[in-house]
């Protein structure tokens, strides 16, 4: 079947560490989201990518890294500059052009220790 | 930029009633997208609208979205245990196509009670 796979489910940063969140789609669309939710805020963008080895910041990308070298994989980098990383991060995908819904993964809950 | 207000903000409602959820834009909206979640799991996708007065239903969920493209409303039906969750509208960011991403509405928490 395809989808939308992230992982880790939860995830533990020590202060100064930077992680990695994995997102790997099997789906062939071409677009890939960051989304960051918090309680009581819905979900915010953080980075996007339309094509292979490009991409765009969102509303919220201080603190944050990406890459696309992979039409398949989109990996979010949480650095130490983000203050605040305690959230439900969601990556999502679409075919490109309007009018497409994306297609949303399970989540990865990241929390400081 | 685009926000979206969504209301309530949560609902109870007893099982077998009907309910309503609206999301309010303000500025037009070029793709009104409606999503449901289960708390701590992704989003599922539900419906999606593109013209003024476009209406689309699915099982006992039915979308609307207004002439002039800036307000849609979620209407569910004969509730059940199973609509239970966070409903969120997203929106695309304008018409220049291109996907860039969607900005959503903060969600409404609804709770079906037996």
């Known amino acids: 079947d395809g989808g939308i796979t992230q992982s880790p489910k939860y995830l533990f940063r020590k202060e100064g560490q930077n992680v990695t969140l994995s997102c790997e789609q099997n789906l062939n669309h071409d677009a890939m989201y960051w989304y960051r939710q918090d309680p009581g805020q819905g979900l915010r963008l953080i980075y996007y990518s339309q094509i292979v080895n490009d991409f765009q910041k969102g509303d919220i990308a201080e603190g944050y890294s990406v890459s696309r070298e992979k039409k398949e994989s989109f990996p979010l980098t949480v650095t130490s500059a983000q203050k605040n990383p305690t959230a439900f991060y969601l990556c999502?995908?679409?075919?490109?052009?309007?009018?497409?819904?994306?297609?949303f993964g399970d989540g990865t809950r990241l929390s400081i220790l | 930029s685009q926000e979206l207000e969504q209301s309530p903000q949560s609902l109870i409602v007893q099982e077998g009633k009907n309910l309503t959820i609206n999301c309010t834009s303000s500025k037009t909206l070029y793709g009104l997208y409606w999503y449901k979640q289960k708390y701590g799991e992704g989003l599922i996708f539900l419906m999606m609208l593109q013209k003024g007065g476009e209406e689309k239903s699915h099982e006992k969920i039915t979308a609307k979205l207004d002439e002039k493209k800036q307000q849609s409303s979620l209407h569910i039906t004969a509730s059940q245990p199973s609509h239970a969750g966070i409903y969120l509208c997203g929106a695309d960011a304008h018409s220049g196509g291109g996907a860039d991403g969607l900005t959503f509405g903060k969600g409404t928490h609804l709770i079906i009670q037996p």
């Open positions: 999502a995908s679409s075919p490109q052009g309007l009018g497409r819904p994306q297609h």
